[in-house]
């Protein structure tokens, strides 16, 4: 069975909801590696105060007995406790009473860079609430729950994954500085793939190649605006004899220029991946805009709003990747039971020798 996600929630409503199918069955999972990572999304440098109010935590509703998988639909919930504060404006159903708390009001001064106006455009809304509470980040919560439990998937077969941002000297510095200018900074962050085995994702189409895969799962994420597999953009200044990894006689490479991928299937090496992220849209400075009711020029919304994110991608970054990754590894080694999907692996591994 194909491993699959889909998600729902809005950044204010009650919770943020994952439903995870084709897991194997038999698969233990720990809550703490879930909420430590649900930690790790919440704490980076530059943040908003809204994650002081959050502090996440995953609940599972279904799929799961006594800490193991089922083989069943997996149900994740992250609760907002910011919700508490939105109940008249965010409520599902029409609200009784007068209103009160936040998210009263229609928000009508669209953010360049967010989906405030495209969103209202499309869906037809007079309120930009309605776009931006689901464009919002706040749902990469439960997508890093989810990538979690892809990562206790992978180390079964002895695959980890993990993000981090790019050593860039006075990423802080820059923050801090935006932060005095009431601005916003982007940046880069790199996902590392250990232990990955040759074969995963294919070429024999444009949608199963993992190199693809990995990308549309990084551009996924809200703000990314470049992706890059191993050397990326600049293999396209070297000659090919400087870009290639040559194969030695134990059929592993003397270095990793391509990141682990070549021809849209994995070489067996690291699996190396860059995203870079725009600066946020949301500025305390606002930007020109238009009032939608009025027609007049005005300024943007200004909103509760983090300075910079980039620590936070890693995160989502590293929960992306490792979601693509248990795909392919499920689509290559299958397994109703987490030991089939063990045995095929180290049936594999024997067959190409690859340790
Ligand atoms: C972890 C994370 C946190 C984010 N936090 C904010 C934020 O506080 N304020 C903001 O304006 N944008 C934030 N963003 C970016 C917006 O969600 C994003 O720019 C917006 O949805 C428009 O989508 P696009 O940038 O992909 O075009 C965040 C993105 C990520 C990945």
Do not use: C
């Not at 206790?152 to 005095?180: C, F, P, Q």
């Not at 194969?247 to 682990?260: E, L, P, Q, V």
């Not at 979601?323 to 109703?336: P, Q, S, Y």
Request: aromatic residues 4%; proline residues 4%.
């Amino acid at each position: 069975m194909t491993l699959r996600l889909s998600s729902a929630g809005e950044s204010h409503g009650p919770a943020l909801v994952a439903i995870v199918t084709g897991l194997p069955a038999g698969l233990e999972l720990d809550r703490d590696s879930v909420d430590t990572d649900l930690a790790r999304r919440q704490a980076g440098y530059g943040r908003s105060p809204r994650q002081q109010i959050e502090q996440d935590r995953v609940d599972v509703l279904a799929g799961l007995r006594h800490g193991r998988t089922l083989g069943t639909p997996l149900a994740l919930v992250v609760w907002n406790r910011d919700h508490k504060n939105w109940t008249w404006g965010m409520a599902p159903w029409p609200p009784e009473g007068h209103p009160s708390g936040k998210g009263t009001k229609a928000v009508t001064l669209p953010r360049p860079g967010h989906a405030d106006l495209a969103g209202v455009q499309k869906f037809g809304h007079d309120d930009v609430r309605n776009a931006l509470e689901r464009a919002s980040a706040r749902h990469t919560a439960v997508h890093v729950a989810a990538g979690a439990v892809a990562k206790a998937l992978l180390a079964t077969i002895g695959i980890t994954v993990a993000g981090s941002t790019v050593d860039e000297a006075g990423l802080r510095e820059r923050i801090d500085e935006a932060r005095k200018e009431r601005d916003t900074v982007g940046g880069v962050v790199e996902v590392r793939a250990t232990g990955v085995p040759p074969g995963l994702g294919s070429y024999a189409t444009k949608e199963d190649r993992l190199d693809a895969r990995l990308a549309a799962a990084l551009m996924g994420i809200q703000a990314v605006k470049g992706v890059e597999i191993g050397e990326g953009f600049a293999l396209a200044s070297l000659r090919g004899s400087e870009a290639h990894d040559e194969i030695a006689t134990d059929r592993r490479r003397t270095s990793n220029r391509a990141g682990g991928i070549e021809a849209g299937v994995s070489n067996g090496e690291e699996i190396v991946v860059r995203a870079a992220m725009k600066p946020l849209p949301t500025l305390m400075k606002p930007l020109g805009s238009v009032d939608l009711v009025t027609g007049e020029a005005a300024a943007a919304l200004v909103e509760r709003s983090d300075v910079a994110a980039v620590e936070a991608l890693a995160v989502v970054a590293e929960a992306a990747v490792a979601w693509e990754l248990a795909v392919a590894a499920k689509e290559k080694f299958g397994g109703d039971a987490v030991a089939d999907f063990v045995e095929a692996h180290r049936a594999y591994a024997a067959r190409i020798q690859w340790h």
